[in-house]
């Protein structure tokens, strides 16, 4: 049988301390083993409150609670911005990076982000943190876009969640050589990228020796 995503936050209240309330998210129902995806578009307004592209990725690179909305100090396990080759040096830095997604977002505009998390227990670290690398790398290299890659190792704070990944494709909108950000990638918005990034690494597991657990 087909895993199908569903809303997984449905009838959630925005809550300023948690981005989590800030997008709709899909995932896979709750009860599910494995491999688990979840992702959502990060629009200008949401329930009536405007978004912030930088806001959003600062609580993913700094994730403590009650740190200054300035600081963007990393305190995640890692993090990496991925950009297609021809892209200014500036966007590599994550904060420069969704800043520019904020200015440059137009009126009209359907998106500040495409959020997504992969969370399994990985045989190592680094293994979990290279294969989100991958898909990140093919995001830039096939769509023309930005992608901040995050992990966040919850058990270095004494906490039970699992290891996961976070991958914030700024936009998403490919980024031309001539003029910053251009045009919507349709591909990597709404319910359609739940199902892309979900097949695409159980089968990079399935190349690979590690198996999610």
Not at 3 to 20: K, Q, S, T, Y
Not at 52 to 61: G, H, P, R, T, W
């Given at each position: 049988m087909i895993?199908?995503?569903?809303?997984?936050?449905?009838?959630?209240?925005?809550?300023?301390?948690?981005?989590?309330t800030h997008l709709n998210l899909l995932g896979l129902p709750a009860g599910q083993e494995g491999l688990r995806c979840m992702a959502g578009t990060l629009r200008s307004l949401h329930q009536n409150v405007a978004n912030?592209?930088?806001?959003?990725?600062?609580?993913?690179?700094n994730p403590v609670v009650g740190a200054s909305p300035d600081d963007w100090t990393?305190?995640?396990?890692?993090?990496?911005?991925?950009l297609p080759h021809w892209a200014d040096d500036r966007l590599g830095d994550p904060r420069s990076l969704f800043e520019a997604v904020d200015a440059e977002h137009p009126a009209d505009g359907k998106a500040l982000l495409t959020y997504v998390t992969l969370t399994w227990r990985p045989d190592r670290l680094h293994r979990q943190w290279e294969l989100g690398r991958q898909i990140a790398v093919e995001f830039a290299r096939d769509h023309a876009v930005a992608v901040l890659l995050v992990q966040h190792v919850p058990g270095h704070?004494?906490?039970?969640?699992?290891?996961?990944?976070?991958?914030?494709?700024?936009?998403?909108?490919?980024?031309?050589?001539?003029?910053?950000?251009?045009?919507?990638?349709?591909?990597?918005?709404g319910d359609r990228v739940w199902n892309m990034v979900h097949d695409r690494f159980r089968a990079l597991l399935a190349q690979g020796s590690e198996q999610p657990a």
């Open positions: 895993a199908r995503p569903v809303l997984i936050n449905e009838g959630h209240v925005r809550d300023p301390a948690n981005p989590h912030s592209a930088a806001a959003f990725a600062l609580s993913k690179i990393l305190v995640a396990h890692r993090a990496e911005v991925i704070a004494a906490r039970s969640n699992d290891p996961h990944l976070h991958l914030l494709v700024a936009g998403p909108r490919r980024i031309e050589p001539w003029a910053g950000f251009g045009s919507y990638v349709p591909a990597l918005m």
